[in-house]
């Protein structure tokens, strides 16, 4: 099928681990984002990357870092994590130009105890 | 910046009726608006995009306007069901990068 796959589905941690997210896009797309839904189900971008190039970065913590070993990968790397980094991760892509609509994974709920 | 608001932020209808779903957008320098489905526990569907060029765009019982100048759009569903049960969210690309500006969107109920 093609999709927007991103791993795990669940993750559950303690606070100050170290922790990765995968995301995969076969939809043959050159820029993809990662965004993340807060408990109040808002959705803010956190990064993008287009050709390997990270072209918007949201101000997020730096404990955070996008990962891209491909234009068809885009993993999230999370660093020291906190209880406030408690969400729902949503990785998308899209083909480049404004009018290309996303596609989205089916989200990783992430919670930190 | 850009802020977009979604009215009402939960709606619950009898199966087979009309309804109307609104979105609201503070910047009207738009290049396009964006619809999507969220089911619970899963990600989200685009439904609709809707170039700033043209007025509405239509998919099956879906059809979904744009008025730029007054900052709206809307959904509408025709001939509502169960299975149209969701959040639906509406969105923006804002910023130099086109990042998404999402609404907090409608949390959908169609009874049967």
């Known amino acids: 099928d093609t999709a927007v796959s991103q791993t795990p589905k669940y993750l559950v941690t303690q606070m100050g681990n170290d922790k990765s997210i995968k995301c995969e896009q076969n939809l043959g797309h050159d820029t993809m984002y990662w965004y993340k839904q807060d408990s109040k189900k808002f959705l803010k971008i956190m990064f993008s990357?287009?050709?390997?190039?990270?072209?918007i970065n949201e101000t997020v913590p730096n404990r955070f870092s996008p990962k891209s070993p491909d234009k068809a990968h885009l993993n999230l790397h999370i660093n020291s994590l906190e209880l406030g980094d408690s969400a729902v991760y949503f990785c998308?892509?899209?083909?480049?130009?404004?009018?290309?609509?996303?596609?989205f994974g089916n989200g990783t709920r992430l919670t930190v105890t | 910046k850009q802020e977009v608001t979604q009215i009402p932020a939960a709606l619950s209808v009898p199966e087979g009726e009309n309804l109307v779903l609104n979105c609201s957008f503070t910047?009207?320098?738009?290049?396009?608006l964006q619809w999507f489905r969220q089911d619970p526990g899963k990600g989200l569907t685009s439904l609709l995009l809707?170039?700033?060029?043209?007025r509405e765009q239509t998919s099956g019982r879906l059809n979904a306007s744009l008025d730029k100048s007054s900052g709206r759009s809307t959904l509408y569903i025709a001939a509502s069901q169960p299975g149209d049960s969701a959040t639906y969210l509406c969105?923006?690309?804002?910023?130099?990068?086109?990042?998404?500006?999402f609404g907090s969107g409608t949390q959908l109920t169609v009874l049967p």
């Open positions: 990357y287009n050709n390997k190039e990270l072209i």
């Open positions: 998308a892509s899209s083909q480049t130009g404004y009018n290309s609509p996303l596609h």
């Open positions: 809707i170039q700033s060029s043209q």
């Open positions: 910047d009207s320098a738009i290049y396009n």
């Open positions: 969105a923006v690309p804002s910023g130099s990068a086109r990042q998404l500006t």
